[in-house]
């Protein structure tokens, strides 16, 4: 993936097992780069990015945003993001920012023959938001609307101290017949952006399709 702005774009990953996953993006995002050969390579990409997403600001903040975005990187591995994308819109006035991740887990084994409702239950159980159910294009769904609170860094702040930040967020989990569960999230500290972010999003979330080796439509049972 690159750094550049996105037109409104295809974006696709294997989701193993011969199942591709493909979604479309609205235009405007920044994408954070997953495709280094190394880490002085990853370092350039992001540093390009930081230029375009602080273009008024000087080479040091540019440099301290890239090496905040790079601090990430493992959260990422971790939580199995592979795609990662924001958004920086003015919304009546306000700027506003969204972010948009794709990741993909493993399946909890105890999901059964009804993973959508084990995912739910679970869910509910641990009172991480407002949870649905959907029927998407591709397949059932799980819903979660709710929130979190983080931190900006320090190097970012007027203060030069952490400031802790609440994030709304959606999160769309699809789980597939092949063990794994495809992820998709929202995330916005701005409030007056909420209506038109999670609309965006909706759009995002309904343009999953899902393909086997051979390009065929797929549709998850449920």
Known sequence: MTTDTVEEARRSLEGGDGIEVRWIMPEGFLELPFEADDLDELAGQLVELAK?????????????????????????????????GFVTTEV??????????????DLDERAGANPVGFIATTMRHLELGEIGEVQLPCGPAVTCVGSRSSHIDGS??????????????????????NGTVLLLEMGTPTAEGWDVFSAMFAGIVKSVRLFDNDGAPLVMPG
Do not use: K
Request: with cysteine; proline share 4%; hydrophobic share 40%.
């Open 92 to 105: 009546d006035g306000v700027r506003c920012t969204a972010t948009v991740n794709v990741s993909l887990l």
């Open 156 to 177: 970012l702040t007027q203060s030069g101290r952490d400031e802790p930040i609440w994030t709304s967020f959606i999160q769309v989990q699809i789980p597939l017949n």
């Open 52 to 84: 375009q997403a602080l273009p008024g600001a000087d080479e040091e903040v540019q440099v301290q945003y890239a090496a905040m975005c790079a601090a990430h990187y493992d959260e990422f591995i971790e939580a199995g993001v592979q795609y990662a």
